[in-house]
């Protein structure tokens, strides 16, 4: 039996799609420039925050610290809730989900200790 292509082929190793790798290669990079832009580009864009979940601007930093506490208090439980109904690994990674919490909480504590109060 008779092959009629070459073997190997007649192409540009380059690039299979089209005679002129060179446009190929230049459009790749402007795509990837686009989509992934470098750091030092990310870095000179300034930061604009989102607002659709924003902390109240007039919020003082006891509100929010006796706030974080709260909160951490009531993940404590919830969390202790599910380990009740749980076995093995599940469980165990839950206990130290837990003992995270904790830690996070107690030094949301030390650090309503250090705030200085208005007089």
């Not at 470098?38 to 902390?55: E, Q």
């Not at 380990?83 to 839950?94: C, K, N, P, T």
């Amino acid at each position: 039996m008779f092959k009629v292509t070459p073997n190997p082929p007649d192409t540009d190793p380059v690039s299979p799609y089209e005679p002129d790798s060179k446009k190929l290669n230049e459009a790749a990079e402007r795509a990837l420039n686009f989509h992934f832009p470098s750091n030092a580009d990310i870095k000179a864009t300034a930061r604009k925050p989102s607002r659709l979940f924003a902390v109240a601007p007039e919020a003082t930093a006891e509100t929010l610290a006796v706030f974080l506490v709260e909160t951490l208090a009531s993940v404590d439980v919830m969390v202790h809730q599910l380990v009740d109904h749980l076995e093995g690994e599940s469980r165990y990674a839950l206990l130290g989900i837990s003992n995270s919490i904790m830690v996070a909480e107690i030094t949301a504590n030390r650090v309503l200790d250090k705030i200085d109060l208005p007089k």
